[in-house]
């Protein structure tokens, strides 16, 4: 996998406080998730399955550098007339984490968290996000830059501070509507875990629903390498990768991470 990552005003009444109930994929319990999973280990090939490594940190602590997964192809694949009645296939929701073709380069491939689906308002203010009016709630964040950045934390009230790629700058162009972005149809806005170092949809515009290959099911290997030693492609940069892994395989693969599922994380509201 390309790398994914990266470098890098008026307060808002909230609604009332409601319960908020978090669940996980709900179509798929966790049975049928190791069923799957089991299922395409044996079965799979490239059109059901793909394997990838995360080289950055843009989704720590979701998804560390290192962690080696396989992507479910299925999820989101067009149902057929009789498929869609026996796959649980799906449109990407609030929450999930998806695998897509970075759309300013299709030969990279990226993962973030769905942030906003076709019709959602979105927005940041110091840092949190809202959807349509609502404050998100997501444990799943962390802000690991101690210096503010007006763009990256008041998105998108705050000029641009930086030199922003074409789909960006045509979607602050065209998708603002009283200060907050909408999410046009066949499209998703998309962000990072560690939120303060992703370069994502603030800074390169939408995914295009055709770009989404699919969601990550599994850490089926995670090892402790650097971002130069996964995404570096000089000889010496894969030899000294490999005398790395020769010498240190046992005690830098994360035990603890191996055969770990993947879900996505969804609440109520």
């Not at 609502?134 to 009230?157: A, G, Q, T, W």
């Amino acid at each position: 996998m390309k790398p994914f990552s990266d470098r890098g005003k008026t307060a808002v009444a909230e609604p009332a406080a409601t319960p908020t109930t978090v669940h996980t994929d709900p179509p798929r319990g966790t049975i049928a998730e190791w069923a799957i999973t089991i299922l395409l280990l044996l079965f799979g090939t490239t059109t059901l399955v793909q394997a990838f490594v995360i080289p950055t940190g843009s989704m720590e602590d979701t998804l560390l550098i290192g962690d080696h997964l396989l992507v479910d192809k299925l999820a989101y694949a067009p149902s057929g007339n009789v498929s869609k009645y026996i796959l649980p296939y799906q449109e990407p929701k609030h929450g999930d984490i998806i695998v897509f073709r970075y759309p300013v380069d299709i030969s990279q491939t990226f993962v973030k968290r769905t942030i906003g689906v076709p019709g959602d308002h979105i927005k940041i203010i110091n840092q949190q996000i809202y959807r349509n009016g609502i404050k998100l709630n997501e444990p799943y964040v962390y802000h690991k830059n101690p210096y503010p950045d007006s763009f990256r934390d008041n998105f998108p009230s705050s000029e641009p501070n930086l030199m922003l790629s074409d789909p960006a700058r045509e979607m602050l162009a065209n998708n603002v509507v009283n200060g907050e972005v909408v999410v046009p149809p066949n499209s998703f806005f998309a962000m990072g875990d560690n939120r303060d170092n992703s370069l994502d949809s603030r800074y390169w515009g939408f995914v295009p629903r055709a770009n989404i290959i699919g969601k990550p099911l599994i850490i089926y290997w995670s090892y402790d390498a650097n971002t130069e030693s996964l995404a570096g492609t000089s000889v010496n940069t894969l030899v000294q990768h490999f005398i790395d892994l020769g010498e240190h395989f046992f005690t830098k693969t994360r035990w603890n991470r191996t055969f770990r599922l993947i879900h996505g994380y969804h609440s109520d509201n």
